[in-house]
Every structure is written in structure tokens, then in C-alpha cells.
């Protein structure tokens, strides 16, 4: 599964599990309440997703920019590093987050650099990947050996 907005790939949980072929598994009850604490992580960490997009949304409310393709480029950024690409649009990684004159696309780039550096901000992109990164511990140690 991927998380949406910020595209990043997560273990399937229950509801994504119920429509494949394994879901006889979910009949085990030991296997379930592993599941749960995957539907669990997956609603906090889509919780922190929505609330990354709100706190950014309030940040650029007067500027024309996708605001999804916008929480993308800052939980990146803020994560994993890099820079958005200033010509005819403003991107990164092949994401359009927005359109209009080189004046308006310059602001937009500096309000990303604001953010960027926004502890507020670093502090939910931090939460996000720490939530990822607990799934995934607890999918390699309580799922991938399910006996």
C-alpha cells in the first residue's frame, strides 16, 4: 500500500488484506490482533498526513499551488533532503506544485523554504516517518514469521 499525499509505501493492512487472496489469514485470531496494530499505525500515521497538509494549506492560503503535490514536496524535503526545480513551473520530483508568472513561483519557493525550516512543521514530517518506520518494524518482527 502506498500512504496517500505522500506516496510512501506501507505493509497492506486489514482492509487492503480483506480483498486479496490471503484473506483466510485474518480468520486467525492471533494474526488479526497483529493486524490491528498495523490499522492502528496506518490511521495515526494517516491522522499526521492530514494534519501536515491542514498546517501547510494555512501557510500558503493566498498562493496558487497544489496543495497535495505541495505536502509531498515538504515531507520529502524535510526527510529525505533535495531542491525544487524553478523554470516555466515549480517542481520536484517530476510533481507539479504550481504554475504562473516566475514572480508568483518565486514567492511560492520561499515559502517552501520557510516551511521547510518551520519546526513545526519538521516536527509532524519527523512524526510521519517515525510512524512509518514502527509499522515496518512491526511487520518484519510480528508478520513476516507469523507461525
Same mark, same amino acid.
Not at 59 to 72: C, G, M, S
Given at each position: 500500500m502506498k500512504v496517500e499525499i505522500i506516496d510512501m509505501d506501507i505493509p497492506c493492512n486489514t482492509t487492503c488484506l480483506e480483498s486479496t487472496e490471503f484473506k483466510s489469514l485474518l480468520e486467525n485470531e492471533a494474526f488479526r490482533s497483529r493486524m490491528e496494530v498495523i490499522d492502528s499505525l496506518f490511521e495515526l500515521i494517516k491522522d499526521q498526513v492530514r494534519t501536515l497538509r491542514r498546517e501547510i494549506s494555512q501557510r500558503v492560503q493566498n498562493q496558487n499551488v497544489n496543495i497535495d503535490e505541495l505536502t509531498f514536496t515538504i515531507f520529502r524535503l524535510v526527510e529525505y533532503g533535495g531542491n525544487t526545480s524553478l523554470g516555466e513551473k515549480l517542481t520536484f520530483n517530476d510533481k507539479v506544485i504550481a504554475t504562473g508568472s516566475f514572480r508568483e513561483l518565486v514567492d511560492i519557493n520561499? +515559502?517552501?523554504?520557510?516551511?521547510?525550516? %518551520?519546526? %513545526?512543521?519538521? +516536527?509532524?514530517? %519527523?512524526?510521519?516517518?517515525?510512524?512509518?518506520?514502527?509499522?515496518?518494524?512491526?511487520?518484519n518482527k510480528n508478520m513476516v514469521k507469523v507461525q
Amino acid at each position: 500500500m502506498k500512504v496517500e499525499i505522500i506516496d510512501m509505501d506501507i505493509p497492506c493492512n486489514t482492509t487492503c488484506l480483506e480483498s486479496t487472496e490471503f484473506k483466510s489469514l485474518l480468520e486467525n485470531e492471533a494474526f488479526r490482533s497483529r493486524m490491528e496494530v498495523i490499522d492502528s499505525l496506518f490511521e495515526l500515521i494517516k491522522d499526521q498526513v492530514r494534519t501536515l497538509r491542514r498546517e501547510i494549506s494555512q501557510r500558503v492560503q493566498n498562493q496558487n499551488v497544489n496543495i497535495d503535490e505541495l505536502t509531498f514536496t515538504i515531507f520529502r524535503l524535510v526527510e529525505y533532503g533535495g531542491n525544487t526545480s524553478l523554470g516555466e513551473k515549480l517542481t520536484f520530483n517530476d510533481k507539479v506544485i504550481a504554475t504562473g508568472s516566475f514572480r508568483e513561483l518565486v514567492d511560492i519557493n520561499k +515559502s517552501i523554504e520557510k516551511m521547510r525550516s %518551520d519546526q %513545526d512543521i519538521r +516536527s509532524i514530517c %519527523d512524526e510521519i516517518r517515525y510512524l512509518i518506520e514502527a509499522l515496518w518494524e512491526h511487520f518484519n518482527k510480528n508478520m513476516v514469521k507469523v507461525q
